[in-house]
């Protein structure tokens, strides 16, 4: 089944530890997105990538950095530097362009919790 | 800069009624689409419905169906029949259709926690 993956489900993290969540894809979409999600708020765009070897910073691009090297996957690293990293993190990926209405399909997310 | 605003951060519905939660928007686009997703407790994002902005007739899904007020910039989403598997949180989102080459995201609103009563 097509579909996006997301792992590890659950993640502790000690302060100071770098931290990278896995994104996998095989719909064969082109967009790729990643959006954390915090108690009572909407999503909020992190970072997202159109094209392999490509990605742009979102609204909260800092702490945070990607890599875009194969089509199916958009693995996001948490650094140190981000200052509250305890969060869901939730990645996405749709049809680019006018081929599609934008309509995003969702992995089952992330839980980090930083101790 | 474009917004979307849920008014309502909790609405509860006994079960097999209906209800309709709420969302305005704020644009000068003339053309963009305006969507409804579903967030249950296991947290996967579930679009629920969809509508595009030049059409006239409201979209439905089943049970789900969308009063969309263009004027008013106004979207809401009507549940009937509330079913238990219901509860979820809902988040509603917009976007404009750009070309090829651009990017484009959807802007989000902070959602409504539906609550169905047995």
């Not at chain 2, 979307?4 to 969302?23: D, F, K, R």
């Not at chain 2, 595009?52 to 910039?73: D, G, M, P």
Request: aromatic share 12%; charged share 20%.
């Amino acid at each position: 089944d097509g579909g996006i993956t997301q792992s590890p489900k659950y993640l502790f993290r000690k302060e100071g530890q770098n931290v990278t969540l896995s994104c996998e894809q095989n719909l064969n979409h082109d967009a790729m997105y990643w959006y954390r999600q915090d108690p009572g708020q909407g999503l909020r765009l992190i970072y997202y990538s159109q094209i392999v070897n490509d990605f742009q910073k979102g609204d909260i691009a800092e702490g945070y950095s990607v890599s875009r090297e194969k089509k199916e996957s958009f693995p996001l690293t948490v650094t140190s530097a981000q200052k509250n990293p305890t969060a869901f993190y939730l990645c996405a990926s749709s049809i680019r362009g006018q081929g599609g209405t934008g309509e995003l399909f969702f992995g089952e997310g992330s839980r980090l919790t930083v101790l | 800069a474009q917004t979307v605003t849920q008014s309502q951060p909790e609405m509860s519905v006994q079960e097999a009624e209906t209800v309709t939660l709420s969302c305005t928007y704020d644009t000068s686009e003339s053309d963009y689409y305006l969507f409804w997703y579903k967030q249950p407790p296991s947290r996967q994002m579930i679009l629920v419905i969809r509508q595009e902005a030049y059409k006239q007739q409201n979209a439905t899904e089943n049970r789900f169906s969308v009063n969309f007020q263009k004027a008013a910039k106004s979207f809401s989403l009507k549940i009937s029949d509330s079913q238990l598997g219901d509860a979820a949180m809902y988040f509603c989102a917009y976007r404009t259709p750009l070309p090829m080459d651009s990017n484009y995201q959807l802007i989000w609103g902070a959602g409504t926690k539906l609550i169905i009563k047995p």
